[in-house]
């Protein structure tokens, strides 16, 4: 998504693959390794005022099938709280970020039937998430995009999906950013079955 949209791009995948440990929470008394470094990197990836930050996610399988919602956007506020009222509000913009998750959701729904939800099924109010301890972390917008397994491991169209969500971020949040050219998008029968451009 982040080549496709033409983003800055921080993945937590260094050092050793397994066993995996994620760099969702963060405690700065024993931070997981390499958890220091890609948190230094997001600042510096973030320094402009405004800027935001977008973690993508995979939901928790367990409930998802139980789920009408494979989308779950989520910005600092409880379990339910679908609201921007959050006492600890990850996103600065409020309006621009209303905005987006509804484009998102109006693209992914009329192009592949996908829906979204704001916050329903997911909580992002806990002190230890990451996006909490960076040093910038009042200048920013940070919004978790959590998608379901039957949409980024199981749908044919899942880089397809992806295309569109990047294409809506690029829209909205950075227009005049140069994003990848369809030209530079694989062209073999891999995850872009029935993919439109």
Not at 51 to 68: H, K, Q, R, V
Not at 135 to 164: E, G, M, Q, Y
Not at 175 to 185: A, C, V, Y
Request: net charge negative; charged share 25%; glycine share 8%.
């Amino acid at each position: 998504m982040a080549k496709i949209g033409g983003f800055n791009y921080i993945s937590r995948e260094t050092g050793e693959t397994r066993p995996y440990k994620s760099f969702y929470t963060y405690s700065e008394t024993s931070p997981q390794p390499g958890q220091q470094e890609f948190m230094s990197d997001i600042v510096n990836l973030s320094a402009k005022e405004g800027a935001w930050i977008i973690t993508m996610l995979a939901a928790s399988g367990g409930n998802e099938p139980d789920y009408p919602t494979q989308i779950h956007f989520c910005y600092g506020g409880a379990k339910g709280d679908e609201s921007f009222n959050a006492r600890d509000l990850l996103i600065r913009d409020i309006s621009l970020a209303d905005k987006l998750m509804r484009s998102i959701e109006s693209a992914l729904n009329e192009q592949y039937g996908i829906s979204c939800d704001r916050q329903r099924y997911h909580r992002s109010d806990q002190p230890g998430i990451f996006i909490r301890h960076l040093k910038n972390r009042d200048s920013v917008n940070s919004l978790f995009i959590r998608a379901a397994w039957s949409i980024t491991c199981h749908d044919p169209h899942r880089t397809a999906i992806s295309k569109t969500i990047a294409d809506e971020i690029h829209r909205l949040i950075e227009p005049d950013k140069e994003n990848l050219s369809l030209t530079e998008l694989k062209v073999k029968g891999i995850g872009l079955n029935d993919y439109r451009h």
